[in-house]
C-alpha cells in the first residue's frame, strides 16, 4: 500500500485538518491538538473550553494502523468540532440517547468524509489500497466538497435538504402551483419592500421554498415563498 508518511506528528495531523478547513469554511485548525499515548481512545474531541483535540499517538503510529484509518479517525474527530461551532444539534436534532453520535454528527461526517459510524471499524480501511494520486487526493481533502456551512446557516437558517427530498418538494411545487415557484433572476414583489429580483433560492419542509430577494434600494432578504407575489409576464401573480 502506498504510504505518504510512515510516522504522524501534530504537524501532519494540524495539515489533514487545515485541508478541511479550506472546505468547510471553519477554523479546527487553530485549535490546539494533543497526540499523546492515551490508552484505548483513539481520538477525541473536546467541547467544552478550551476546545481541543486529542489524538493517539500509538496509535497512529502503530505498523498495523493504516494511513486510511488515521485519516478517519482525524474526519472522525473534526465531525464533533463541524456540529459544536455550526450548532448542528439545533438545526438537525439530536436526542439525549444519541449520545455524540446523533444525526447531527452522522451528517457531519458526510460533509468531511468521515465513515459515520461511532466505533473505529478497521475493517472498513484494511483493504484500501491507495494510489500515490488517491492518497495524497485524501491527503488534501480533495474528495471532500466545499461548503461554507456558517454562511450557508447564516442565510438559509437551515441546513440544504438531502438531494432526493429537493427533487421532491421542487417537482412537486412546479406542477401544482406553478406561479409559487420560484428561480434565479425572476421578479418578484414583496408586500412592504416592493420589486425586487430573486438572487438564490433552496427548498425547504413543508413542500416549499425559501426565496433571496435583491431589492431596488440594493437590501436584500430571506423569506418564504408564500410571502412573495412573482411576476408573470409583466403580471404580479397574487401570493398564495
Ligand atoms: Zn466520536
Redesign the pocket.
Known amino acids: 500500500m502506498f504510504s505518504i508518511t510512515k510516522v504522524w506528528t501534530e504537524e501532519k495531523i494540524r495539515f489533514i485538518i487545515h485541508k478541511l478547513d479550506e472546505k468547510t469554511g471553519l477554523s479546527g485548525a487553530d485549535l490546539p491538538i494533543a497526540f499523546k499515548a492515551y490508552g484505548n481512545t483513539l481520538g477525541n474531541y473536546q467541547y467544552v473550553e478550551p476546545k481541543a483535540f486529542g489524538f493517539n499517538r500509538k496509535f497512529f503510529n502503530a505498523s498495523s494502523t493504516n494511513e486510511a484509518e488515521v485519516i478517519d479517525v482525524i474526519r472522525?474527530?473534526y465531525a464533533?468540532y463541524y456540529c459544536d461551532v455550526a450548532h448542528l444539534a439545533h438545526y438537525i436534532g439530536h436526542s439525549a440517547r444519541e449520545t455524540?453520535?446523533g444525526d447531527d454528527?452522522k451528517w457531519a461526517c458526510k460533509m468531511v468524509g468521515a465513515d459515520p459510524t461511532?466505533c473505529h471499524n478497521a475493517s472498513i480501511f484494511s483493504n484500501k489500497n491507495w494510489s500515490e494520486k488517491e492518497a495524497a487526493a485524501v491527503y488534501n481533502a480533495e474528495d471532500v466538497k466545499a461548503f461554507n456551512i456558517l454562511s450557508y446557516l447564516k442565510t438559509w437558517d437551515q441546513v440544504p435538504m438531502d438531494s432526493d427530498s429537493a427533487t421532491r418538494v421542487l417537482t412537486r411545487i412546479k406542477e401544482s402551483t406553478p406561479n409559487s415557484y420560484f428561480e434565479d433572476g425572476d421578479e418578484i414583489v414583496h408586500p412592504k419592500r416592493g420589486f425586487g429580483i430573486v438572487i438564490e433560492t433552496i427548498p425547504c419542509k413543508y413542500r416549499t421554498q425559501k426565496v433571496q430577494v435583491l431589492f431596488e434600494d440594493l437590501t436584500d432578504g430571506v423569506f418564504r415563498a408564500n410571502e412573495l407575489c412573482k411576476i408573470v409576464d409583466g403580471v404580479a401573480k397574487a401570493c398564495r
Do not use: D, F, V
Open positions: 472522525h474527530e464533533h455524540s453520535h454528527w461511532r
